[in-house]
């Protein structure tokens, strides 16, 4: 099983054929991904770029364009100062599948 490690939105990922994963959101109108692969994993073979593996392309397919994940609680409280403030923080995130590391 060939594993490769891809850099989407400044952020590094191993990755698989026909694997989903979550990465930043990507600029709308986007259908297809075409990243340099910074280190290729083909069984027993390990291949380190510098900075990329020659040669060596992922491609992926935009799976859901926008997709929103967990929303987060961020409480400030001070105990006897009446200070109390709560707000929320709900990310954004573009669903992607690999289809092939060539």
Known sequence: MKKAVICVSGKQYLVAEKETLRVDLLPSGTKELETDALL????????????????????????????????????????????????????????IEITSIK
């Open 40 to 95: 290729v994993i083909d069984g027993d073979k390990v291949s380190v770029g510098t900075p990329t593996v020659k040669g060596v392309k992922v491609s992926a397919k935009v799976k859901t364009p926008e997709v929103k994940g967990d929303k987060i609680r961020v409480i400030r409280y001070h105990s006897k100062k009446r200070v109390h403030t709560e707000t929320g923080h709900r990310q954004k995130y573009t669903e």
